[in-house]
């Protein structure tokens, strides 16, 4: 069966602002104010805890950047997993267009770099867990992308076959995953990289839910 896997952060929602109130709410406790701006670092929230509170560390010039990012990651997943979802919204026409791929008859899955408990705690307040097959996580396997293996077992999860599948995502992350696959990838366009995402040579880009249907069935072909 052809599979639609989607990235989960920067593609199905904008997660951006509840990912950078965590980190921020690190840097509170670290004595030092809210160090990244919801807005100007939203592209760097897309790439993980990890990124932002190096960013942040970096802003306050901090001597041991590596230690303290490890040390802080664990308050900032706790941060984050006691509000996830205050401003996380869905990208609009997103789970139209699922609703539309499903119905054409493709399988729909999820493989994420978010841990998984967050991910699956995310979709179920969104109220969009059951929509979806599959949901590989960042530590469902020993490893995690742009290693190919949970594009590839999230396909299969799904109920679809791997090498007939597309990853939609917003980032050289979820490229390189596909092209590790050796499968298609369609990047987003409306985060906050915008087309500048052309750069990374998918074979689509992706403007507004709307179209990916079409998309879909322009890379795979009919279901």
């Not at 509840?18 to 939203?42: E, K, T, Y």
């Not at 590790?180 to 987003?188: N, Y």
């Amino acid at each position: 069966m052809k599979t639609v896997i989607f990235d989960l952060d920067g593609t199905l929602a904008d997660t951006s602002g509840d990912l950078i109130a965590a980190a921020n709410a690190c840097f509170q406790q670290m004595g030092a104010g809210d160090m990244l701006s919801p807005v100007g670092d939203a592209s760097t929230a897309f790439h993980g805890g990890r990124a932002m509170l190096t960013l942040g560390l970096e802003r306050l010039a901090h001597a041991d950047i590596t230690g303290e990012v490890e040390k802080w990651y664990p308050v900032l997943l706790d941060a984050y997993a006691a509000d996830i979802d205050r401003h996380t919204r869905l990208y609009p026409g997103a789970m139209q267009a699922v609703d539309t791929l499903k119905a054409n008859g493709y399988k729909v899955g999820i493989c994420t770099n978010k841990p998984e408990g967050l991910a699956e705690t995310l979709l179920q307040r969104l109220g969009v867990r059951g929509a979806f097959g599959s949901m590989i996580g960042a530590d469902t396997l020993p490893v995690r992308k742009p290693d190919p293996e949970p594009l590839r077992q999230a396909a299969l999860l799904a109920g679809g076959d791997p090498m007939a599948s597309v990853l939609i995502g917003d980032t050289a992350t979820d490229r390189k995953t596909a092209a590790a696959l050796g499968v298609p990838c369609v990047l987003v366009t409306f985060g906050p990289d915008g087309r500048k995402v052309a750069d990374l040579q998918p074979e689509a880009l992706l403007d507004h839910y709307d179209d990916l249907p079409d998309l879909v069935r322009d890379l795979l072909g009919a279901a």
